[in-house]
């Protein structure tokens, strides 16, 4: 069989195999297996097995991506999602659809401890759809907001999905970390947008609440400023150069527990769940990286990401056409997988096409670009029915709001996602910039 046939066939099977919810990881580690022993030979796939562990799991960058877990889950131990709702509450908690635009507000600030899109839909909504429905909020907008305020969580940094990107492409995390940070702002400033023309057309789904005193409001910020602290500190310090990711990943796990120790919040048994919710959660994650890996090296075998962008180099195709063709792909698949499956599994094939057109940009920036569309675009699958991870996540922590509820409420919030998408496709500066002033 030629080797292109073979590949399509076995990224057939692969996509079969996820339908029918085998684990993503499992799935792609035997068609891949399969891929490459019918393109090479078993005693290869043995010696690529010997080695391919050790270098993949041993790198030093990767060891940021169980450190940034750990910190959001020490995060979510310590009071720190109820601290960011209540200061946030309480400065805009006024407005016409306050709540809500608070909610938004809570999510993209602890998305920047826990880098996790789950972890920040579900801590956020155990704290926030309490005080939406004691305000009489529509179970439409308060689960829509919190389902679209979970995705912040992918991009805005320390971004776990944003990091595997960086080491599946090569690419440099903190220029990464920068180049998404414009597109981060422009998410939560529409999502406010999308909650203020919401509740304009809908009134009764956001009742007013009254002004927090000046008083209040000052109290809330002292609650919030180690938070803000770490945050600075953090990647204050990547930007600045004054250490490494993985250092600063290491020094955000220290500072989260000692907040969490000085307060009193993190106890012993919180700690050792951290540890081990951390652990879980890793192996999940380097299954699915190694999964993936051997299903690239087999595709990668079969020569298909060159044979792709060959192909659309002799066709002709307008190099902006092809983007908004795998941009459409990742909105199709974004129905039926997570989004680290995805980057993970498309990332390897998609990249070299796109890098392999001219777009007018350099190489780096045209790197840096595609990478914060393509995490966009994953961020509109998390609240894409009908297997929106973040719909899910909602619907079970709030079992009396109807599925078809939490479904509607996120219309607004994917019309918003749609227009930053257009935006960054139409001004590609907008992913670099802050990397052209910094380097």
């Given at each position: 069989?030629?080797?292109?046939?073979?590949?399509?066939?076995?990224?057939?099977?692969?996509?079969?195999?996820?339908?029918?919810?085998?684990?993503?990881g499992?799935?792609?580690?035997v068609?891949?297996?399969v891929?490459?022993?019918s393109?090479s030979?078993?005693?290869?796939?043995?010696a690529?097995?010997s080695?391919?562990?050790?270098?993949?799991?041993l790198?030093y960058?990767?060891?940021?991506?169980?450190?940034?877990i750990l910190?959001g889950?020490?995060?979510?131990?310590?009071g720190?999602?109820?601290?960011?709702f209540a200061?946030?509450?309480?400065?805009?908690?006024?407005?016409?659809?306050?709540?809500?635009?608070?909610?938004?507000?809570?999510?993209?600030m602890?998305?920047?401890?826990?880098?996790s899109s789950?972890?920040?839909?579900?801590?956020?909504?155990k704290v926030?759809?309490?005080?939406?429905?004691?305000?009489r909020?529509?179970?439409a907008?308060?689960s829509?907001?919190l389902?679209?305020?979970?995705t912040?969580g992918?991009?805005?940094?320390p971004?776990?999905?944003l990091?595997?990107?960086?080491?599946?492409?090569?690419?440099?995390i903190?220029?990464l970390?920068?180049?998404?940070t414009i597109?981060?702002?422009l998410a939560?400033?529409?999502f406010?947008?999308?909650?203020?023309v919401y509740v304009r057309?809908?009134?009764?789904?956001?009742?007013k609440q009254?002004?927090?005193?000046?008083?209040?409001?000052l109290a809330?910020?002292?609650q919030?400023?180690?938070i803000?602290?770490?945050?600075?500190?953090?990647?204050?310090?990547?930007?600045?150069?004054f250490?490494?990711?993985?250092?600063g990943?290491?020094?955000?796990?220290v500072?989260t527990a000692?907040?969490?120790?000085?307060?009193r919040?993190?106890?012993?048994?919180?700690l050792?769940?951290?540890?081990?919710?951390?652990?879980?959660?890793?192996?999940?994650?380097?299954?699915?990286?190694?999964?993936?890996d051997?299903?690239?090296?087999?595709?990668?075998?079969?020569?298909?990401?060159?044979?792709?962008?060959?192909?659309?180099?002799?066709?002709e195709i307008a190099?902006?056409?092809?983007?908004?063709?795998i941009?459409?792909?990742?909105?199709?698949?974004g129905?039926?997988?997570?989004?680290?499956?995805?980057?993970?599994?498309?990332?390897?094939?998609?990249?070299?096409?796109?890098?392999?057109?001219?777009?007018?940009l350099?190489?780096?920036?045209?790197a840096?670009w595609?990478?914060?569309i393509t995490l966009?675009?994953v961020?509109?699958?998390?609240i894409t029915?009908?297997?929106?991870?973040?719909?899910?996540?909602i619907?079970a922590?709030?079992r009396?709001?109807?599925?078809?509820?939490?479904?509607?409420?996120?219309?607004?919030?994917?019309i918003?996602?749609?227009t930053?998408?257009?935006?960054?496709?139409?001004v590609p500066?907008?992913?670099?910039w802050?990397v052209?002033?910094?380097?």
């Open positions: 069989m030629d080797p292109t046939t073979l590949s399509l066939l076995l990224l057939a099977v692969l996509l079969v195999a996820i339908v029918l919810r085998a684990p993503i499992l799935a792609m580690a068609v891949g297996a891929g490459y022993v393109l030979s078993f005693a290869s796939l043995q690529y097995l080695t391919a562990w050790p270098d993949k799991f790198s960058d990767l060891a940021i991506v169980p450190l940034f910190m889950h020490l995060a979510t131990r310590t720190i999602s109820s601290a960011l200061a946030s509450n309480a400065w805009i908690g006024h407005w016409r659809g306050g709540l809500a635009m608070a909610a938004v507000a809570g999510c993209a602890f998305g920047s401890i826990s880098g789950i972890a920040t839909a579900s801590t956020m909504a926030a759809l309490p005080e939406m429905r004691k305000h909020y529509s179970p907008l308060s829509g907001a389902a679209a305020g979970g912040l992918i991009l805005i940094p971004s776990i999905v990091i595997i990107y960086a080491l599946l492409t090569e690419q440099n903190v220029k970390f920068l180049a998404a597109p981060g702002i939560v400033l529409g406010i947008i999308a909650i203020a057309i809908f009134p009764d789904a956001a009742p009254d002004r927090a005193p000046l008083k209040t409001r809330s910020l002292r919030i400023w180690h803000v602290g770490i945050f600075i500190i953090v990647l204050g310090g990547i930007y600045g150069g250490f490494t990711p993985a250092e990943a290491s020094i955000g796990v500072l000692l907040a969490g120790i000085c307060s919040t993190l106890t012993f048994g919180a050792i769940e951290s540890l081990v919710d951390t652990a879980g959660a890793t192996a999940m994650i380097f299954v699915i990286i190694f999964g993936a051997i299903f690239n090296v087999a595709v990668a075998l079969s020569r298909l990401p060159m044979t792709l962008a060959d192909w659309f180099s002799a066709a190099p902006m056409s092809v983007l908004l063709l941009v459409l792909f990742y909105l199709v698949m129905c039926v997988m997570d989004s680290l499956s995805m980057i993970v599994l498309t990332v390897p094939v998609f990249f070299p096409t796109m890098m392999s057109l001219d777009f007018g350099l190489p780096e920036q045209q840096l595609f990478g914060i966009v675009v961020e509109v699958g998390m029915p009908p297997v929106g991870m973040n719909l899910f996540i619907s922590i709030a009396d709001i109807p599925t078809k509820a939490i479904f509607k409420g996120t219309i607004p919030f994917i918003s996602e749609f930053r998408i257009g935006l960054l496709i139409a500066g907008l992913s670099f802050l052209s002033l910094w380097g």
